[in-house]
């Protein structure tokens, strides 16, 4: 046997040195895309909560975390998938720990937004915490303890 008819494995295939990085990836097979699932959804929407409960813009929250605030709709919004190091950042921008995060997920099996009753007691929250007057705080204070217990003898 002649050393012309041995070939060794480079001359035989390319290997991923030799070709271009096109045809190197189309040997490769695709990875799966990746989508949010129901607990994503639930991450996003406990990231929304804690958000609105401390009075903070999806902007401030974006600042604190390093991302553009469009970046925070879309994982309080389960668009984008939120990674490990960026839940950690925003579990202390939040002022929470990462297990906060997943508090209830084996009781919430739906796949909705903030109720409409949590968000509008969130959105209050954060309304109430503008407020500067200590005399218009007790004021609403007092409204809502009477709306309370009014609502409460009607139910």
Request: aromatic letters at 4%.
């Amino acid at each position: 046997m002649s050393a012309k008819n041995v070939t060794t494995p480079d001359e035989d295939e390319p290997s991923s040195s030799k070709m271009g990085s096109t045809e190197a990836r189309k040997r490769l097979p695709k990875p799966q895309m990746l989508r949010a699932n129901e607990t994503d959804a639930y991450i996003g929407r406990r990231i929304c909560e804690r958000r609105l409960s401390l009075g903070l813009t999806q902007k401030e929250l974006a600042d604190k975390i390093g991302v553009t605030y469009q970046q925070v709709h879309k994982y309080e919004r389960a668009t984008n998938r939120i990674t490990v190091g960026r839940l950690h950042t925003a579990a202390d921008a939040l002022d929470v720990t990462v297990l906060w995060f997943f508090e209830g997920l084996e009781e919430d099996s739906s796949n909705q937004d903030v109720p409409l009753r949590r968000r509008l007691s969130l959105e209050m929250m954060r309304n109430v915490a503008e407020i500067q007057n200590e005399e218009h705080l007790a004021a609403l204070n007092n409204m809502v303890i009477a709306l309370s217990r009014k609502t409460g003898s009607e139910s």
